[in-house]
């Protein structure tokens, strides 16, 4: 009922609905008309055959006759009379059981549907609103931003054009303004100037309009586009203080970074300040059929292992957790560190046949983008794509076919291949060639992209090591923006981030903390004004003015959130 005022007020002042209601009101008066009508000729009939009724009694009879309720406790005995009945009845049926519901529906009903769904949808933002985030569409990046954001309490607001779609999405939780993304005023309802960020991934060129726009509205406030296009790059770019992200590009270079043996034993990941966060496959050291404990690598080296990922399945590691020959290694240190590590627990003579190809299934932007990362390597590589546009005049590691026919897997080489990268958009295919080729290699490194969250886990049953998305990638990208170096997606529900030191954490420590028995996340480093310390000893006290750094699932990181 609260809305209730402000719903009546843009309904009356609307001037199609008032236009609409003298309508409305029109035809009611027209059959008030017409039942006025057939009360006066009911008693002139009535004194016809003989009878008379009082005239409320005739309005009672024209209604029920009417509205095809038909009591039948007064009935006409001529023929003249029940002529006269049947043109009431008829018109009743016509006037009041489908003409008036239309015209109501029409008129008043609809308009007023209309009428709650734009007075609940707002169309500006409240004056003092300030350091807000500022999205001009929705996709799976955004979709993916809109639920980083909302843990990380930020405030945002999505530009929706059509009242219908904004009504939908209000609904469903966003926080939604009605307006066009080109438009000027929708930007100062939006009050731009104060905001922090505008996110624009829509194409090229509505990207490039709401840059300019915005720009026209705010000369200083941060603007970040996607960029499918290289020669947009530059036009993009122009409004000034932008930040042009290519995406899928992105998305490429990070899939074919993860391949195994790119350049040295481990695989860097994330690199940030003196902090190095690397991977590598245990069949590739010493360590298979060993536990942590004995092992004692921190001590040795100074790495520490941060997690384990084993077929698919993310772990803390325990001391007493046993390093199986189908374990990934997560390690976390300086990159002395790491090379000590490599040292001494590394195999590198044999790790591949030294042509052994990378086999990439999809050459579409991600698909090139991961060839220009094997090319910078030195990699051998072969491209599977179906469309025939995109394998002409590449040359003979360009195959034309369709990668789920096995005739086309051998041309390119898969029985040879030390990793298979699937670079589709379609998550469907993504599982199916996924699982085809674990049937084909099963201990070949698989590499996918997702598109939706929900087929993650999907393609680490299939068989896929890893996975990266592009809607987590882009996401994350933006809120570094926003925060420089605040989250970095290890892999797709495996996040990197960095949060305050808790005040209820200051003055314990590490080992009286339980963060990792509480909320699932593990600390791999600290960082101090001027200094980070990698791997930190346990039983140090935490200082009021230090950061963790921590690594944890998706689920995790929440828990630590809500706990701390």
Excluded at 298 to 315: A, D, I, P
Aim: net charge neutral.
């Amino acid at each position: 009922m609260k809305f209730l005022p402000s719903q009546l007020l843009f309904f009356f002042q609307n001037k199609t609905t008032r236009k609409n209601l003298t309508l409305l009101a029109k035809f009611i008066a027209f059959i008030l008309t017409i039942v006025f009508l057939y009360s006066l000729l009911f008693h002139k009939l009535m004194l016809y055959e003989g009878r008379e009724y009082s005239w409320v009694t005739g309005l009672y009879w024209t209604l029920t006759v009417m509205s095809t309720l038909g009591f039948g406790d007064i009935t006409f005995s001529t023929d003249l009379g029940l002529l006269f009945s049947i043109v009431v009845l008829s018109s009743g049926v016509i006037l009041l059981l489908i003409m008036l519901p239309f015209t109501f529906i029409q008129f008043f009903y609809s308009p007023w549907l209309e009428a709650q769904s734009k007075s609940r949808t707002p169309r500006e933002l409240p004056e003092n609103t300030s350091g807000h985030i500022i999205i001009t569409s929705l996709d799976p990046i955004t979709e993916k931003l809109v639920a980083k954001l909302r843990k990380r309490d930020f405030q945002y607001v999505l530009v929706v054009a059509e009242l219908q779609q904004a009504a939908e999405l209000y609904d469903a939780g966003y926080r939604v303004v009605v307006g066009e993304p080109d438009d000027p005023e929708t930007y100062h309802r939006l009050r731009v100037k104060k905001a922090a960020l505008v996110v624009a991934t829509s194409d090229d060129m509505i990207n490039t309009s709401v840059a300019f726009t915005v720009r026209e509205t705010s000369p200083n406030v941060s603007i970040v586009t996607s960029a499918n296009h290289e020669n947009s790059l530059d036009i993009l770019q122009f409004p000034g203080n932008i930040h042009v992200f290519q995406f899928a590009r992105m998305l490429g270079h990070a899939l074919g970074n993860r391949t195994i043996g790119l350049g040295r034993p481990v695989n860097f990941v994330i690199s940030s300040d003196k902090l190095h966060v690397a991977e590598i496959p245990a069949i590739q050291t010493r360590l298979c059929g060993k536990n942590l404990i004995d092992i004692g690598m921190r001590e040795k080296t100074g790495v520490t292992v941060v997690g384990l990922w084993e077929k698919g399945m993310f772990h803390l590691p325990q001391p007493e957790t046993v390093i199986s020959a189908t374990t990934m290694l997560l390690l976390a240190g300086t990159e002395r560190q790491l090379g000590k590590f490599e040292d001494m627990y590394a195999i590198i003579e044999g790790m591949h046949a030294k042509d052994a190809p990378v086999l990439v299934l999809g050459g579409g932007r991600v698909g090139v983008a991961v060839v220009e990362t094997l090319e910078e390597h030195g990699i051998s590589y072969r491209v599977v794509e179906k469309r025939a546009v995109l394998t002409e005049d590449k040359g003979e590691r360009y195959i034309q076919g369709d990668a789920a026919d096995i005739k086309v897997l051998e041309r390119a080489g898969v029985m040879e291949a030390r990793t298979i990268i699937i670079t589709t958009h379609n998550d469907a295919m993504n599982i199916y060639l996924a699982f085809y080729c674990r049937q084909l290699r099963p201990q070949v490194q698989i590499i996918s992209r997702a598109t939706n969250e929900r087929s993650v886990a999907k393609l680490h049953m299939a068989g896929a090591d890893l996975v990266l998305s592009y809607a987590s990638m882009g996401a994350n990208s933006i809120i570094n923006v926003l925060k420089s170096d605040e989250i970095s997606m290890f892999t797709e529900g495996l996040n990197i981030f960095r949060r305050p030191m808790p005040p209820s954490l200051v003055g314990k420590n590490l080992v009286a903390s339980h963060i990792r028995q509480r909320t699932g996340c593990s600390v791999i480093a600290i960082k101090s004004p001027g200094d980070i310390i990698v791997g930190p000893d346990p039983l140090v006290p935490l200082k009021k003015n230090e950061e963790l750094i921590l690594i944890g699932t998706t689920e995790a990181e929440q828990a630590f959130l809500d706990l701390f």
